[in-house]
């Protein structure tokens, strides 16, 4: 593992067999598992469906939350598969780092997940599978809880560069209350730095959260070893991204809203921020009309 390394490097090595296709293990759990789950803890609900295309391609852009967006993720794999089924492949988009760990590289690919770069994204778009995209990252996924209903993706632009050249609509989607389930205090580049291993698979920054703050105090007032070595745990503790385990068992609702057709999206081609701004306010509001039911 090579310190520094871009997230393009990391792309680079990954080959893409079947984007979008659900191992059946993974359907007999969402089934089975993650959908009562999300609906006792989490009590998810998934609105709007119908709004996706069901004759093309598309980018399903939403915003992400909670540090590592469990609680999101699951729910919206869960509830996906129970409305839309398994047949209809859609493939998310994941950290290319995440595809060198065992198990994790095991769990993306059985869920169709593919990496995120320009390569892979037109790759999947041209076998017609449509892409999930959290265009914010980890640069809004660690927003501070008083930010959770904030659309931020960080001015980035590479997922409306993939829809502009595939031609492809944007379909936006909102979802609230993730966020409170993990909530995250800090948001800072210099954590990433002093923890270490944010940095060493490839993280540029890195949150304090809810979760983190009673696991560490939790290792000083139990563990029975001497200071430095509790210090020493919790350090590791803070690091690892077990520290955005969803432990708050907040409402997520998530709702799709209608397609964002190219040709209106892209009327000037070269202005991508127009763009930018027009997608995180239509997110917005539907994060926003989420909040409202609830």
């Given at each position: 593992?090579?310190?520094?390394?871009?997230?393009?490097?990391?792309?680079?090595?990954?080959?893409?067999?079947?984007?979008?296709?659900?191992?059946?293990?993974?359907?007999?759990?969402?089934?089975?598992?993650?959908?009562?789950?999300?609906?006792?803890?989490?009590?998810?609900?998934?609105r709007?469906i119908?709004?996706?295309?069901?004759?093309?391609?598309?980018?399903?852009?939403?915003?992400?939350?909670?540090?590592?967006?469990?609680?999101?993720?699951?729910?919206?794999?869960?509830?996906?598969?129970?409305?839309a089924?398994?047949?209809?492949?859609?493939?998310?988009?994941?950290?290319?780092?995440?595809?060198?760990?065992?198990?994790?590289?095991?769990?993306?690919?059985?869920?169709?997940?593919?990496?995120?770069?320009y390569?892979?994204?037109?790759?999947?778009?041209?076998?017609?599978?449509?892409?999930?995209?959290?265009?914010?990252?980890?640069?809004?996924?660690l927003?501070?809880?008083?930010q959770?209903?904030?659309?931020?993706?960080?001015?980035?632009?590479?997922?409306?560069?993939?829809?502009?050249?595939?031609?492809?609509?944007?379909?936006?989607?909102?979802?609230?209350?993730?966020?409170?389930?993990?909530?995250?205090?800090?948001?800072?580049?210099?954590?990433?730095?002093?923890?270490?291993?944010?940095?060493?698979?490839?993280?540029?920054?890195?949150?304090?959260?809810?979760?983190?703050?009673?696991?560490?105090?939790?290792?000083?007032?139990?563990?029975?070893?001497?200071i430095e070595?509790?210090?020493?745990?919790?350090?590791?503790?803070?690091?690892?991204?077990?520290?955005?385990?969803?432990?708050?068992?907040w409402?997520?609702?998530?709702?799709?809203?209608?397609?964002?057709?190219?040709?209106?999206?892209?009327?000037?081609?070269?202005c991508?921020?127009?763009?930018?701004?027009?997608?995180?306010?239509?997110?917005?509001?539907?994060?926003?009309?989420?909040?409202?039911?609830?």
């Amino acid at each position: 593992m090579r310190l520094g390394r871009s997230t393009a490097d990391w792309a680079k090595d990954i080959k893409i067999d079947q984007p979008g296709v659900i191992a059946p293990w993974v359907a007999r759990v969402a089934t089975s598992v993650l959908y009562p789950l999300a609906r006792l803890l989490f009590r998810a609900r998934l609105r709007g469906i119908e709004h996706l295309p069901n004759d093309k391609p598309f980018l399903l852009v939403a915003n992400h939350s909670a540090g590592a967006g469990i609680a999101e993720i699951m729910s919206f794999i869960a509830l996906y598969l129970r409305h839309a089924g398994s047949q209809h492949r859609l493939a998310g988009f994941a950290l290319p780092q995440g595809f060198s760990v065992f198990p994790l590289s095991r769990l993306l690919k059985s869920i169709g997940a593919i990496p995120s770069s320009y390569e892979a994204a037109q790759q999947t778009l041209t076998q017609g599978v449509p892409i999930l995209v959290f265009p914010g990252g980890d640069h809004e996924t660690l927003r501070p809880v008083w930010q959770a209903n904030r659309v931020d993706f960080g001015g980035r632009t590479g997922f409306l560069k993939i829809a502009r050249d595939a031609g492809v609509p944007i379909v936006p989607l909102g979802i609230h209350g993730s966020h409170y389930t993990c909530p995250v205090f800090l948001r800072a580049q210099w954590l990433a730095w002093v923890l270490v291993v944010p940095r060493l698979i490839g993280l540029k920054r890195w949150g304090v959260s809810l979760t983190g703050l009673l696991g560490a105090a939790a290792i000083f007032a139990c563990v029975p070893l001497a200071i430095e070595w509790r210090a020493l745990i919790v350090w590791l503790w803070l690091g690892s991204p077990l520290v955005f385990l969803p432990i708050v068992p907040w409402r997520i609702t998530m709702t799709i809203g209608a397609a964002i057709e190219p040709e209106k999206l892209f009327a000037d081609k070269d202005c991508l921020p127009g763009a930018l701004t027009q997608v995180e306010h239509v997110v917005e509001r539907l994060v926003l009309d989420g909040k409202s039911i609830q």
